[in-house]
T-cell receptor, first 114, second 111 residues
Framework: SQTIHQWPATLVQPVGSPLSLECTVE??????LYWYRQAAGRGLQLLFY??????ISSEVPQNLSASRPQDRQFILSSKKLLLSDSGFYLC?????????????FGPGTRLTVL | RKEVEQDPGPFNVPEGATVAFNCTYS??????FFWYRQDCRKEPKLLMS???SGNEDGRFTAQLNRASQYISLLIRDSKLSDSATYLC????????????FGAGTRLFVKA
């Protein structure tokens, strides 16, 4: 079965600072990978998804970007954080080639921008 | 209107009660359906898939009604540990494949 690792678990950053969150997946090859953000008390917002190395689709225009340098590595970045970037960031993975399967989530990174 | 809608609750029930959540989806091309559970400040975890014939896993029963475009989750004999947010999730493939998460229904089970 898949295991998704995310780090760091918590992060406090000043406004205007850069961001790099990393997600790695074990137990599967060529997964579909996803970045979500969840604001406090709210639902999941899909930010980016990737179906392969170097292939990134953006769902919401914003000051965040994503990259997939390796098959099982997905990175979320920002050059300058905004207060509104605070939230719970979740990486998810889904088996490729089986479109209707479920997604599995990593433990998340809780980001506070001050 | 959201593509997947859930009553946000909260549902406050005593231990041992039976509680039911409904979820409606608007896209008739939706193909697969799931219930996830999310504990406070944790990641969502798959609770169960939802099949057209209905399926049961212990105290949990999920049903799908394609004609009316809703899915349901029934929890029998509620435990304190069932307190969580329950997310309805729909996969569909129109205009590209997408997974849509509902905003969740909060459940509090009280002693």
């Amino acid at each position: 079965s898949q295991t998704i690792h995310q780090w760091p678990a918590t992060l406090v950053q000043p406004v205007g600072s850069p961001l790099s969150l990393e997600c790695t997946v074990e137990g599967t090859s060529n997964p579909n990978l996803y970045w979500y953000r969840q604001a406090a008390g709210r639902g999941l917002q899909l930010l980016f998804y990737s179906v392969g190395i170097g292939q990134i689709s953006s769902e919401v225009p914003q000051n965040l970007s994503a990259s997939r340098p390796q098959d099982r590595q997905f990175i979320l970045s920002s050059k300058k954080l905004l207060l509104s970037d605070s939230g719970f960031y979740l990486c998810a993975s889904k088996l490729a080639g089986v479109a209707y399967n479920e997604q599995f989530f990593g433990p998340g990174t809780r980001l506070t921008v001050l | 209107r959201k593509e997947v809608e859930q009553d946000p609750g909260p549902f406050n029930v005593p231990e041992g009660a039976t509680v039911a959540f409904n979820c409606t989806y608007s896209n008739s091309a939706s193909q697969s359906f799931f219930w996830y559970r999310q504990d406070c400040r944790k990641e969502p975890k798959l609770l169960m898939s939802v099949y057209s014939s209905g399926n049961e896993d212990g105290r949990f029963t999920a049903q799908l009604n394609r004609a009316s475009q809703y899915i349901s989750l029934l929890i029998r004999d509620s435990k304190l540990s069932d307190s969580a947010t329950y997310l309805c999730v729909v996969n569909r493939n129109t205009g590209g494949f997408k997974t849509i998460f509902g905003a969740g229904t909060r459940l509090f089970v009280k002693a």
